[in-house]
C-alpha cells in the first residue's frame, strides 16, 4: 500500500514528537544533578561519561548513516532525486565525527585516555547491543526509526545536561556541550526527509516495534552509566 503525502507528514509528526519526549524524561530521569553529585561532582562527572559519550557519538552516529547512505544508494536514486538525503547523511557522519572528537579530546583533558579504537567499558555489551539496534535493518527509513526520528535525541539532551551540569566551574566546556546539541536538529531533520520518501503505511507498525526497541536499549545504557 502507498502513502500520501498528508498521511505520511503526520506519522513522522507525532512519531518524532511522541520520542522526542520520551527521550527528554529518560533523561531528565537519570542525568539529574542528584545522580552526577553522586559520582563526585564536574570533574569526576566528566572523567565518568565523556569517554563513553565519544563511543556513542562515533560508533552509533556514524554507523547507522552510514549504511543508510550505501541503502539509498541501492533503492533509491543517488544522483539526482535522494541527493539531499546522501548530502545531509554525509554531514551527519561529519558532525558525528566531530562530536567524538571532542568528546574524546575532552576526555582526555579531565585525564581519561580515550582512543576509540581500543576503548572499552563494563557496560560495552550493552553499548554494542544499542549501536546495532540503531543499525542493523534493512531499509533506510527502518533505520531512521530506531535512531534520527526517535532516540538519537538522547544524544543531544544528554550533551546540554551535561553542559548544565557544569557550566558554573567549566564554562568553555559548557559552550562546547551546548554546540554539540545544537548540531542534532539538522539530523533528525534528515531521518524525517528519509521516513517520507522511502516508508509506506505498511511500514508504520514495524517501525514503531523497532523505535520500541531502541528506547529500551537507550534506557538500559542510561540505567547503567
Ligand atoms: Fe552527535
Ligand atoms: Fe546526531
Not at 513522522?12 to 539529574?32: Q, S
Not at 539531499?84 to 583533558?109: C, F, P
Request: proline share 4%; net charge negative; glycine share 4%.
Amino acid at each position: 500500500m502507498s502513502s500520501d503525502l498528508p498521511t505520511l507528514a503526520s506519522f513522522v509528526n507525532d512519531f518524532t514528537e511522541e520520542y522526542r519526549i520520551k527521550m527528554e524524561n529518560a533523561v531528565e530521569k537519570y542525568f539529574t544533578d542528584e545522580y552526577f553529585d553522586s559520582l563526585g561532582g564536574p570533574l569526576e562527572m566528566m572523567k565518568k561519561q565523556f569517554a563513553s559519550q565519544a563511543w556513542r557519538e562515533f560508533y552509533i552516529g556514524c554507523l547507522p548513516p552510514a549504511r543508510q547512505m550505501t541503502q539509498i544508494y541501492e533503492l533509491g536514486d543517488p544522483y539526482d532525486r535522494d541527493r539531499d538525503l546522501i548530502v545531509g547523511l554525509g554531514e551527519q557522519i561529519r558532525d558525528e565525527v566531530k562530536h567524538a572528537k571532542i568528546y574524546a579530546n575532552l576526555s582526555e583533558q579531565v585525564g581519561v585516555p580515550c582512543d576509540l579504537a581500543t576503548w572499552t567499558a563494563d557496560n560495552y555489551d550493552r553499548l554494542v547491543a544499542k549501536c546495532r539496534l540503531a543499525t542493523e535493518w534493512e531499509k533506510p527509513q527502518y533505520i531512521a526509526a530506531g535512531f534520527q526520528v526517535s532516540t538519537e535525541i538522547v544524544a543531544a539532551e544528554t550533551s546540554r545536561r551535561m553542559g548544565e551540569y557544569v557550566q558554573d566551574d567549566y564554562p568553555e566546556i559548557a559552550k562546547t556541550l551546548f554546540d554539540i546539541t545544537s548540531d542534532e536538529g539538522d539530523h533528525i531533520h534528515c531521518g524525517r526527509l528519509i521516513v517520507k520518501r522511502f516508508a509506506t503505511e505498511d511500514d508504520f507498525d514495524f517501525m514503531h516495534e523497532i523505535a520500541e526497541k531502541k528506547y529500551n536499549a537507550a534506557l538500559r545504557i542510561l540505567e547503567s552509566l
